[in-house]
């Protein structure tokens, strides 16, 4: 039986985000499945849009820099997209490392993720060139974007998760499951996800987040 390709679309900012990853690296411990990875933006998704929380519009202005680096990345050395994304997100989420004190606040974050995951240096550049400049990933970091929003729709944010013909925004976890248990939210999260009439399973969140805490039932 062939292995089965995930991909998942991420912002490395996004903290619901760096959640369903590590569930993601869980599965593929415990299921036929290899992980893809491939940026999108909360900043790229938010451009221009009205009516947005002052703070909100701010911290998007530092989500910038991560993800046109790892466009950078995902375009120049793809092979080291996983590590980069991990580098940053044990910093920014498990660390709570990251800064919102002035725009190149986290810096120093994205080089040392870039040297850790073993990427070229260079593509530190990319983090403040804009659209249409030269050495800018931006173009790149929208195609990713776009392609993840053809897969789900317009109307929502940070993941989405492909599975061959079947892509979905989510799942959104506060936890991360572990050995079969991981599995089997993948197996159900498949099924629904597969369904073509299903579009929808929702209640109230509770909590936050927390990546460095296991699921717990």
């Not at 709570?96 to 120093?108: F, G, I, W």
């Not at 173009?139 to 929502?156: E, P, Y």
């Not at 629904?192 to 805490?213: C, I, Q, S």
Request: aromatic share 10%.
């Amino acid at each position: 039986m062939a292995t089965n390709k995930v991909t998942m679309f991420f912002d490395s900012t996004c903290p619901f985000a760096w959640v369903t990853s590590r569930w993601l690296l869980e599965v593929e411990k415990v299921r036929d499945v290899t992980i893809d990875w491939a940026p999108m933006s909360l900043a790229v998704l938010n451009d221009g849009r009205e009516g947005l929380d002052e703070g909100y519009k701010d911290r998007m202005q530092f989500a910038w820099a991560p993800a046109r680096v790892a466009a950078a990345v995902y375009t120049e050395a793809p092979e080291k997209i996983g590590a980069f994304y991990t580098a940053m997100g044990n910093r920014i989420h498990n660390e709570k490392r990251a800064s919102y004190e002035d725009l190149h606040a986290n810096d120093e974050l994205i080089k040392e993720a870039l040297a850790e995951a073993g990427a070229p240096a260079e593509l530190f550049n990319a983090a403040y060139k804009g659209l249409g400049e030269d050495g800018s990933y931006e173009q790149q970091l929208r195609d990713s974007h776009q392609r993840a929003l053809d897969l789900v729709g317009d109307d929502v944010g940070t993941p989405v998760v492909q599975l061959g013909d079947t892509a979905f925004f989510g799942p959104v976890l506060t936890r991360v499951p572990q050995g079969e248990e991981a599995g089997e939210l993948f197996d159900a999260a498949m099924v629904l996800g597969g369904y073509p009439h299903f579009f929808e399973l929702k209640r109230t969140r509770t909590e936050d987040p927390v990546a460095n805490k296991v699921s717990v039932v």
